[in-house]
């Protein structure tokens, strides 16, 4: 993560770049699609994430020269456009279960027998919190994901989705206490943590 | 274990996918890339040597990008311009028809049949034609449309004074306004790769060369796709006139064969280049760095190469060996 800051560092020179030669812009693809890519996958599937990447650097390109170069890191811009991509998405779609395939993921070739009942549990466990993440407002859900999975700041969020700090802390309290308590007294989630605890 | 890490523990299942995963949406980004307009300004050239002509087809349209929002706009306000000139020519055309005019200036012309045709004709028609005419040529590209755009309405600003009565008044300046916003527009920035010529242009596709007119290096406009080129040259040549930067298309091997204009190009140092697939920089200051950029960028593995010759077709002798190329960028 530090690596992948410190060379997002250099987004906004390749951007105000691109504005003259726009063939510099594909360095940022190069730099940022494969988490942005990653992103989607989780949020929207992988058959979506394959367009809705395409369409996040595109709609990123077309906009570029908006971009303010006071942000060195282009990420949470990108990570803006591309939820509100996944949003967009599931406006068009209608089927919020859209969470429930994103989560339950690619499934990994286990090595050995505990592996297997940890991806059992695992499964479970994602179901639980394939449905918890469901229930969540979609600016819950939107600003929960960005800090759970991509690990971005307060303020990187609060850029991305374009919403105060203070609003990304409260939908982020609001977002950890609806999951935890649909996850508290599972069953899925005793043993989950009971496996984790023995491993 | 709480929520936020049981969130990350499982979104580690989703691996990071393989570069050549994205490769189709790598290749969405390389189209828009290259018919941006921007792209058109600064790979090539700032002008060019050959404008190609209607009459060249689809390679020459691949030449001009599409028409860019202020442009459009303009266009339209040309037609615009158009329409409230024929307002203002039928507001003053008024005092000429018959009782009319009494309700509106309350005076009467007198006019022969003569005098009102070529009122009608100076001041209505041509006008109006004229409105339409740079609407369209400026629509094409036609970077004369703008200059004479221009200079039309510095001619047209002095006839403002001569309005009378409010409404001619109110018509007139609204139309000198629509004017005054049509120019503005032409010559914004963002207009401006719309309007210059480019003699070749690299885009995901291949290489469009324009149409060329010199006495002894007439070329047609032609588009050359990634698949035969392999390499591109760029020299120095000596067909129409002195020494000049050229552009010559190093073809590959099986490539299938130009319509004409086969043979070895006569000035170019880098054997397989045909006298077709050439094209003359006139007056322009290609950068072979953009160039190489975009190609690079669209089609890995062809190289711009720079090479060099002494003057003379092919001719040995003093300061004319031919050297080889500096090779690949």
Redesign the interface.
Known sequence: MRRRRASAAGDAAVIESS????????VL??RH???I??YL??CAGRQVA?DL??ET??AA??KRDRYDLGYADARPWLYGIATNLVGQHRRDQARQHRISQA?A????VPGHAERVAADVT?QA??TV?AGALAALSPGDRDV??L???EQLTYQEVSRALGIPVGTVQSRLHRA?TK??QA?AGTEAAAT??EL?TNE | MNEMELLRELAQQTPLPALAELDPARARLVTAITTDPATYATAVAQATASQPGPSAGQPADLLRPAAPAPVLTAVKLMYGGAASTAAVFLIAALPFIGDVHGRFFGHRVTATPLTITLAIVIFGLVPIALWLWMARAAGQGRNWARIVSTVLFVLATPGLQGEHGLLSVFVAWLTWLTGLAVVWLLWRPASRAFFKRYPVRADHAGITLGRQRYPLASRPAMFVPWADVEQIILYTGYQGGGPAPWIGIRRREGAPALPSGNEQDLFCPVPGVPAWATRRIKGVRLDRERLAAVTATVAPGISVIQASAGPGPGVAGPGRSASAPEGPD
Request: aromatic content about 18%; charged content about 35%.
């Open positions: 504005w003259r030669e726009p063939e510099r812009f594909a693809f190069d699609a494969p988490h890519y990653r996958a989780r394959d990447v395409a650097f595109l390109f077309a989560a993921a690619e499934p990994e695992a466990m994602r919190l929960l994901l800090i759970a999975w950890r999951t935890r996850l989950y943590e984790r």
